[in-house]
C-alpha cells in the first residue's frame, strides 16, 4: 500500500480533460513538502512532468498542469491525445518515514 | 543535460549481491547533486531505494533493512548499488537518477535484473 493515493486508472476521450488525484498525509503534504508528477509511457523510464506542484520542466507542453493543496495533489491534463496514454506518477517525501515515497501510479486510457 | 546509464548482470541468484553501474555522461556526478537508485518491480509501481551526494553522504530506504549500500566513483564519473542477500521479490528494472531538488529530473533507461536460480 503507497503512502501517497492515486486511483488506479482513468479515462478519457481525445479532447477531454481529465484529471488525477494524489492523497498524502499530514507527513508529506501537510508537512508543507511539494508533489512532484512523472510520465511512463510503456515499455520506458519515468519522465519528470511536473515539478514543485506546479512547474513543467522545458519541453513539457501546458495542457499538463498541477496542482495542491493541503494533503491533496492533482494532475490535470486538457486536450487529450492519444500518445498521452501511460502510467502517472505522484512524488513527494515523507519526513515521518524519512524516504521519497510515490503514489501507486494511474493508468490513463485514451478512448 | 546529463545522461545516465545502468549496467549489471540481467540475472542474479537468491541469496547474492545485486550490483549496478550508472554511468553518468554530460556532467560530472561531482557536481553538487544527489544521484538516487529507484526500482519498479513487474507490472507494479516506483519505489525509491536510495541516494547518494557527491562527497559519499547517503539516505536509504529503510525498508531495504541494511542490504543495500550506494556509492560513488569520481574516477569514472559513475555511481553504484549493491544490494545483498536477495530473494525474487528483489527483480524488478532499476533506475538510476538524477535529484533536482526533491524531485527525480533525469532518470537511465532502466535495467530489468531478475533474481533465480
Known amino acids: 500500500q503507497s503512502v501517497l493515493t492515486q486511483p488506479p486508472s482513468v479515462s478519457g476521450a481525445p479532447g477531454q480533460r481529465v484529471t488525477i488525484s494524489c492523497t498524502g498525509s499530514?507527513?508529506?503534504?501537510?508537512?508543507?513538502?511539494?508533489v512532484h508528477w512523472y510520465q511512463q509511457l510503456p515499455g520506458t523510464a519515468p519522465k519528470l512532468l511536473i515539478f514543485?506542484?506546479?512547474n513543467r520542466p522545458s519541453g513539457v507542453p501546458d495542457r499538463f498542469s498541477g496542482s495542491k493543496s493541503g494533503t491533496s495533489a492533482s494532475l490535470a491534463i486538457a486536450g487529450l491525445q492519444a500518445d498521452d496514454e501511460a502510467d502517472y506518477y505522484c512524488?513527494?517525501?515523507?519526513?515521518?518515514?524519512?524516504?521519497?515515497?510515490f503514489g501507486g501510479g494511474t493508468k490513463l486510457t485514451v478512448l | 543535460q546529463v545522461h545516465l546509464q545502468e549496467s549489471g548482470p540481467g540475472l542474479v541468484k537468491p541469496s547474492g549481491t545485486l550490483s549496478l553501474t550508472c554511468d553518468v555522461s554530460?556532467?560530472?556526478?561531482?557536481?553538487?547533486?544527489?544521484w538516487s537508485w529507484v526500482r519498479q518491480s513487474p507490472g507494479k509501481g516506483l519505489e525509491w531505494i536510495g541516494n547518494?551526494?557527491?562527497?559519499?553522504?547517503?539516505k536509504y530506504n529503510p525498508s531495504l533493512k541494511g542490504r543495500v549500500t550506494i556509492s560513488v566513483d569520481r574516477s569514472k564519473n559513475q555511481f553504484s548499488l549493491n544490494l545483498r542477500s536477495v530473494t525474487a521479490a528483489d527483480t524488478a528494472v532499476y533506475y538510476c537518477?538524477?535529484?533536482?531538488?526533491?524531485?527525480?529530473?533525469?532518470w537511465g533507461q532502466g535495467t530489468l535484473v531478475t533474481v533465480s536460480s
Open positions: 537518477a538524477k535529484l533536482g531538488g526533491l524531485y527525480l529530473d533525469q
Open positions: 554530460g556532467g560530472s556526478v561531482t557536481s553538487s547533486n544527489w
Open positions: 547518494i551526494y557527491y562527497s559519499g553522504s547517503t
Open positions: 499530514s507527513s508529506n503534504f501537510g508537512a508543507g513538502y511539494d
Open positions: 514543485d506542484n506546479i
Open positions: 512524488q513527494s517525501y515523507d519526513s515521518s518515514l524519512s524516504l521519497w515515497v
